[in-house]
């Protein structure tokens, strides 16, 4: 029914910049928050960035003046700039999307949608 998918995922050096992007389609009534996430091997599962349906946004101390969550309403999208890479930021970092369906009888229900991922390795 819906489908979260991730792209922009690359190796680069420190220093460097990447913009992750995150597609939503199928049956959308209204998507409430979108949100980044990564996971390096042998470590937690972090939220890097948030944002509402209505531009609030919220960020890991990590990711705080380096990056920039964005999101384009119209077409169910969510952007993650990332600027200054350092190493540590190398994870598989996955799109979150807290989707609003309307069934046929009218009827609204959340779900979360998870993407696949996309690999950021960022050499030293």
């Known amino acids: 029914q819906v489908q979260v998918v991730e792209s922009g995922g690359d190796l680069v050096q420190a220093g460097g910049c990447l913009r992750l992007s995150c597609a939503a389609s199928g049956n959308i009534f209204k998507i409430n928050n979108m949100s980044w996430h990564r996971q390096a091997p042998g470590k937690e599962r972090e939220l890097v960035a948030s944002i509402t349906s209505v531009g609030i946004t919220n960020y890991a101390d990590s990711a705080k003046g380096r990056f920039i969550i964005s999101r384009d309403y119209a077409n169910n999208m969510a952007y993650l700039q990332m600027d200054s890479l350092k190493p540590e930021d190398t994870a598989v970092y996955s799109c979150?999307?807290?989707?609003?369906?309307?069934?046929?009888?009218?009827?609204?229900?959340?779900?979360?949608?998870w993407g696949q991922g996309a690999q950021v390795t960022v050499s030293p």
């Open positions: 979150h999307a807290d989707v609003r369906v309307k069934t046929t009888g009218g009827r609204l229900y959340s779900y979360d949608y």
